[in-house]
């Protein structure tokens, strides 16, 4: 069985993209088997790659201004303890954080980026800049997955010379959440944002990571969309 690895920032949709590639695919998705899906790649000094070679990469690409909001309800509900009770969106997308592995808080890195903006930028520009790792590794959105998952696993399976199960029915997105539980917040406009918080994640997210990001996404063949 193949073995794809799925690597992304918090909130990227790696969960769901792992449940897709074991659902639809006779190979299986990891994370966490090399180092931590949602920290920074580790350099290793030897020849050794970190991940071997004959493992494809699939880093999940997140829009910057979603994602801000998506992490804001993320840590209310699953880092309480990183987030002030009444802290506005606001405020937390302009205050530092703080990123570990919760499962593992006193053996695993713990990094600390002055923004959200901070994070998301090292992240991608991290893996963009990975040239030993370059041929492994395609990059897809977590919004082509979300909003043409037929589209997006068959392109997959046409990159990676994936045979992909029941090739003629539907793929459809699981009808249940993947993924740790998140509670929506009762008042959605609690994660809004506005004006002046689109344009401070503006002047700090690196136009160059995400104009690389958009060249480097898979093309999604629309001839694998369920509808045609």
Partial sequence: MKKIAVIGPFRSCTNLMKAMIDKYTFSRGLY????WKHG???TKLRKKKIIPPSIPIIVMSVDPYSWHSSMYQFWIRRRPELIKEDETIQEFIRKKIYIYDNSRIKKNPHYLFNTP???WNAYYYSWLNW???AGQVVYVSCRDLLNNPSGV???LGS????KIKEYDTNIELPKERKGPLVIPLEDKKMKELNNSDIQFIKDKIDDEIISNLEK???KINYLYSNCN
Avoid: A, E, H
């Fill in 216 to 218: 480097k996404c898979i």
């Fill in 153 to 155: 696993m068959k392109t």
């Fill in 131 to 133: 040239g030993d790792i």
């Fill in 117 to 119: 903006s901070d994070y």
């Fill in 40 to 42: 920074l790649p580790p």
């Fill in 159 to 162: 990159r990676y010379n994936l």
């Fill in 32 to 35: 966490n088997k090399w180092f």
